[in-house]
Each structure stands twice: as structure tokens, then as C-alpha cells.
């Protein structure tokens, strides 16, 4: 695969920096149909995985997801700290001794997510951060399949990545903490759909930054 694991520490830099520049709008929609917590969650895990960021560099890209999956679900707490750190779990044993490439990421990201549902007891459509994942697993699939130039795929999985957030916002709660409140859930999107929709657009465009850069 073109993109190496040296690129993490920029990964993770830049998730930091939107989920902070974001804090204010995810705890609001936390606040709104949950328990207001979820961006202090995430700052756990960025901040240890921003501790770890140049050792985890060193890693091949399986071994990193590993360490991140497991670093997630040991200091995120919540409900998302399992379900993130099994995506990142699953997503490394799924493509453990793989040559990666886009196809190959794109099937372990897929299965990764199947691991998420799994976990989470939980599907597309019950306002949560599957509403996102889903779609995009989805779309990265159907991309790999028809051999989509690299720029065009990771540009649509921001389009994408957003209409699955915006999809949560009329869907009724049906896991977590957001189901308590029933029909008082319609009306705003699911905090996890934002969370997970700022993670991927920030991934992907630190990826399109690289995409056309000189060789280091
Ligand atoms: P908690 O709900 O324990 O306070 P967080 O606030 O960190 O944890 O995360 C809440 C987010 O986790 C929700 O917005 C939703 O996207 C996601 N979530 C919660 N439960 C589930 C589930 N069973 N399946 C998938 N995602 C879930
Ligand atoms: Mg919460």
C-alpha cells in the first residue's frame, strides 16, 4: 500500500484537532440525547493514543491498528470506546498477513464494522455511528470493486460519511443511551454519527495531502 504507518502521527494529530475544534457541537448533540460525555470519551483515547503516536508509527499497519484498538478501549470508556476499539481490532486481524491494498482494507474495514455491529447488538438505522460506518464500508467496497482512482474513492467517503450523519438526525434511537428518550430523539443527529463522520473526513483528507506529495 502507497500510505505507510509514518503517516500516523499526522492521523492522529489532525483527529485531535477536529474533535477539539468540534467539542462544543458533539457535546451539545451528547447532551441533547445522551449523557453529555462523549468528546470528553474521545479526548481520553486521543490523548493516549497522541502519547503513543511515534512508537505506533514504527508498526506495520495490522500491529498498529492492534495497539490503537486496544489503546481505544482501554482509556475511551463508554459505549464508544468498545465499539471503536473493536473496529480497530477487528480491522487488524482482518487484514493480518494480507498485502494490503485497497481491496484488501476495504474488506477488512467491512468485516471491521460487521465486528462493530456485532458488539454493539445493532444495525444501520438505529441512530448510531453505524449509520456512518456502514455507508462508508459500503462505498469503499463498491469503489475497490470497479478500481475507482485512490482521489475520486477518498473524496466521495467524505460525501458519504456525511449523508450517514445527516441520516440520523429524523432516525428514532433504538440502542444506547438515546433510546431512553424514545421519540424525543428525532431532530438531532446522533453524536457518534458526527464523531465518526469528523474522524473519517479528517483521515481522508491527511490522506489526499499525501496523495500527490513528493516521496520523503
Ligand atoms: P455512552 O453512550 O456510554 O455515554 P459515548 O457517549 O461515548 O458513550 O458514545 C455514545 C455513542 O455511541 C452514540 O452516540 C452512538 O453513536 C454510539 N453507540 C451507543 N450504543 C451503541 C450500539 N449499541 N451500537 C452502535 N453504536 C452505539
Ligand atoms: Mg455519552
Redesign the pocket.
Given at each position: 500500500m502507497s500510505f505507510t504507518p509514518s503517516l500516523l502521527p499526522k492521523l492522529i494529530e489532525t483527529v485531535t484537532e477536529t474533535i477539539i475544534k468540534n467539542a462544543g457541537e458533539i457535546t451539545a448533540l451528547?447532551q441533547a440525547i445522551?449523557?453529555g460525555?462523549?468528546v470528553t470519551?474521545l479526548q481520553r483515547g486521543l490523548t493516549a493514543l497522541m502519547a503513543q503516536r511515534s512508537e505506533i508509527s514504527q508498526l506495520d499497519w495490522p500491529a498498529a491498528w492492534q495497539k490503537i484498538g486496544m489503546t481505544v478501549m482501554t482509556s475511551v470508556g463508554?459505549?464508544?470506546?468498545s465499539?471503536y476499539g473493536t473496529l480497530f481490532v477487528a480491522m487488524s486481524k482482518s487484514a493480518a498477513g494480507k498485502d494490503l491494498n485497497v481491496q484488501s482494507v476495504a474488506e477488512a474495514f467491512a468485516q471491521a464494522v460487521e465486528a462493530?455491529k456485532h458488539r454493539?447488538?445493532?444495525d444501520v438505522g438505529e441512530k448510531?455511528?453505524?449509520d456512518v460506518l456502514v455507508p462508508v464500508a459500503k462505498h469503499l467496497q463498491d469503489a475497490a470493486a470497479v478500481s475507482l482512482p485512490l482521489s475520486a474513492l477518498l473524496e466521495q467517503t467524505k460525501q458519504v460519511a456525511i449523508t450517514g450523519m445527516e441520516s440520523t438526525r429524523d432516525m428514532l434511537a433504538t440502542?444506547?443511551?438515546?433510546s431512553f428518550l424514545g421519540e424525543r430523539t428525532r431532530g438531532h443527529i446522533?453524536?457518534?454519527?458526527m464523531s465518526s463522520q469528523l474522524v473519517i473526513c479528517a483521515l481522508v483528507d491527511v490522506l489526499l495531502a499525501n496523495l500527490t506529495a513528493p516521496a520523503q
Open positions: 451528547d445522551g449523557d460525555d462523549h470519551n463508554g459505549a464508544s470506546g465499539l462493530v454493539g447488538k445493532s448510531t455511528m453505524l440502542k444506547g443511551r438515546a446522533d453524536a457518534g454519527a
